[in-house]
C-alpha cells in the first residue's frame, strides 16, 4: 500500500524495534561482565557456553530451507497447471472483443473469417473457459420428474455451431449441432459429469428439463472450465446468440500474419473502432497469477533469509575460529594437513545445519501439503524438492564458512603461538 498514509509510521516503527531487539542481548551480555575478569582475561572462557548461538543458527538455516521448500512445491504447481492437460485446446485461438458492436453483422464477419487460408474454425460465444467470462447457473432434472427428482446445478452455455470445433472439446458421444437440424433450438449436450449426476448411463436420446424440455444429442469428455481449485461441475450447451467475443482458432504458426489478416477483415466491418484482442492461453494463465505472485514473494523470502543465515554463520565460524586459533595452530605444527584442519573446523557448522534440515522437512511438507489442499487437481510433493533444499542449503552453508576454514588451516603457527 504504497500511498497509504500508515505505510511509513509502521516501515520506522518496525525498524526502530527490531533494532532495539536486535541490541538488548549483547548489550545485558556486556554490561554483565566483571571488569576485574575482563582485565585478567578470564571473560573468553564462558564462550564455550555455544547453545545460544547454535540454535540461532539451526532458526536461521531452518527458516531458509522451510522457505526454499515452499517456493518449489509453489513452482512445482505453477507447471502443473500450466502443462495439465485441461480437456480444451488454448493454444493458436484468439479471442476478438467487443464484437457485438457488429449486431447483425456478426455472422457475416465470422464467416469473412473462415475464408481466411490461415483460420482453421471461428465462434461466437461469450462462455469460455477461463475465469471473467459470462456464466449462468440453472437447476436441472431428467424430464418429467421435476416433483420426484432433485434437481442438480448446472453451467448452461449459449453457443453457436462451431463452439466445440474451435476450442476442441472432445464430443465422446452422438453428434454437435448442425445447421440443416431446425430441432437443434431444443436440443442440449452436456458433459459426462452431468449424465453421471443424472445417473443417465445412456445418455443419446434422452429428454431433461429446467424450465424447458431439451433433448440430449450428444455428450463430452469433462474439461476445466474453471480453476484448478475447482473440482468439474456439470455443464451444459445450448444454441444462442452471446456475441461480445469471436473465438479463432488460427491454422499454422504464423500468428502475426494470421492477426493482420484479421485485423484487416475487422477494419471492412468496424471501420471506425480498433480491433482488441487477447489469446486464450495467455488468458488462461492469468487465472492463475495470484499463485506466481506467491512464487516470487517466496522466492525473495527465501533469498533474505539465507543471506541472514549466511550472514550468522559466517559471524559464528569467524568468532569460533578465532577462539580456536591456538588449538589449530598446534594441530599445525604437529603435523596436521590442510584438509584435516578444513574438516575439523567445518563439521560442527555442518551438523547445525544438517539439523536444520531435519526441522525444515516435516515443517516444510506440512505446511505446503496444507497449501495444496486447496487444489483439487494438484502436484505430488515428491522427495526431489526436500533433496534439493538440503543439498542447496548444505552448499550454501560449505561456501560460507569455507573462507574462514581454509583462512584458518593456512595462517603461520608462529603469529599464534608467538604470545605463549
Not at 432433485?150 to 453428434?175: A, M, P
Request: hydrophobic share 45%; with cysteine; glycine share 6%.
Amino acid at each position: 500500500p504504497w500511498k497509504e498514509w500508515y505505510l511509513f509510521p509502521i516501515v520506522v516503527s518496525a525498524t526502530i524495534t527490531v533494532g532495539l531487539l536486535a541490541g538488548l542481548y549483547p548489550a545485558f551480555y556486556l554490561s554483565s561482565f566483571v571488569p576485574v575478569k575482563v582485565l585478567k582475561g578470564n571473560v573468553s572462557k564462558g564462550s564455550k557456553n555455544s547453545f545460544t548461538r547454535n540454535s540461532l543458527v539451526v532458526f536461521q538455516f531452518a527458516t531458509s530451507i522451510t522457505l526454499i521448500i515452499a517456493t518449489l512445491v509453489i513452482y512445482q504447481q505453477v507447471e502443473y497447471i500450466l502443462n495439465k492437460k485441461v480437456g480444451f485446446e488454448k493454444e493458436q485461438v484468439l479471442l476478438i472483443q467487443g464484437t457485438n458492436t457488429l449486431e447483425k453483422k456478426i455472422v457475416t464477419f465470422k464467416n469473412e473469417l473462415l475464408q481466411l487460408s490461415n483460420i482453421k474454425s471461428a465462434s461466437v460465444s461469450d462462455y469460455l473457459p477461463i475465469r471473467g467470462t459470462k456464466r449462468n447457473g440453472n437447476g436441472f432434472t431428467n424430464a418429467g420428474k421435476k416433483s420426484t427428482e432433485k434437481s442438480i446445478g448446472v453451467q448452461v452455455w449459449r453457443v453457436d455451431h462451431d463452439y466445440l470445433k474451435t476450442l476442441g472439446i472432445k464430443l465422446i458421444e452422438g453428434r454437435n449441432f448442425t445447421p440443416e437440424m431446425l430441432t437443434d433450438s431444443s436440443a442440449i449436450i452436456i458433459n459426462q459429469k452431468m449424465a453421471k449426476e443424472l445417473g443417465l448411463k445412456d445418455a443419446i436420446g434422452k429428454q431433461i428439463e429446467n424450465w424447458q424440455v431439451y433433448n440430449i444429442i450428444g455428450v463430452v469428455e469433462d474439461f476445466h472450465f474453471e480453476s484448478l481449485k475447482d473440482k468439474i461441475e456439470p455443464l451444459a450447451f445450448v444454441l444462442g446468440k452471446e456475441a461480445s467475443i469471436v473465438s479463432v482458432k488460427v491454422n499454422g504458426s504464423d500468428m502475426a500474419n494470421a492477426i493482420k489478416n484479421i485485423s484487416e477483415v475487422w477494419k471492412k466491418f468496424s471501420p471506425n473502432q480498433s480491433i482488441r484482442y487477447t489469446f486464450l492461453d495467455e488468458s488462461f494463465t492469468r487465472m492463475y497469477d495470484d499463485v506466481k505472485r506467491m512464487g516470487q514473494i517466496f522466492t525473495t523470502f527465501a533469498v533474505l533469509a539465507i543471506v541472514v543465515a549466511c550472514l550468522g554463520l559466517f559471524a559464528l565460524s569467524a568468532f569460533m575460529i578465532e577462539q580456536r586459533g591456538k588449538e589449530v595452530s598446534i594441530r599445525l605444527v604437529l603435523g596436521a594437513s590442510l584438509n584435516n584442519i578444513f574438516t575439523m573446523l567445518t563439521f560442527n557448522f555442518l551438523k547445525l545445519v544438517l539439523i536444520a534440515i531435519l526441522i525444515a522437512i516435516p515443517m516444510g511438507w506440512y505446511m505446503m501439503r496444507g497449501w495444496l489442499q486447496d487444489y483439487t487437481y494438484r502436484t505430488e510433493i515428491t522427495w526431489h524438492v526436500f533433496a534439493l533444499a538440503g543439498i542447496a542449503s548444505v552448499i550454501i552453508a560449505l561456501l560460507t564458512i569455507s573462507y574462514q576454514s581454509i583462512k584458518a588451516a593456512m595462517a603461520n603457527p608462529v603469529n599464534s603461538l608467538k604470545s605463549e
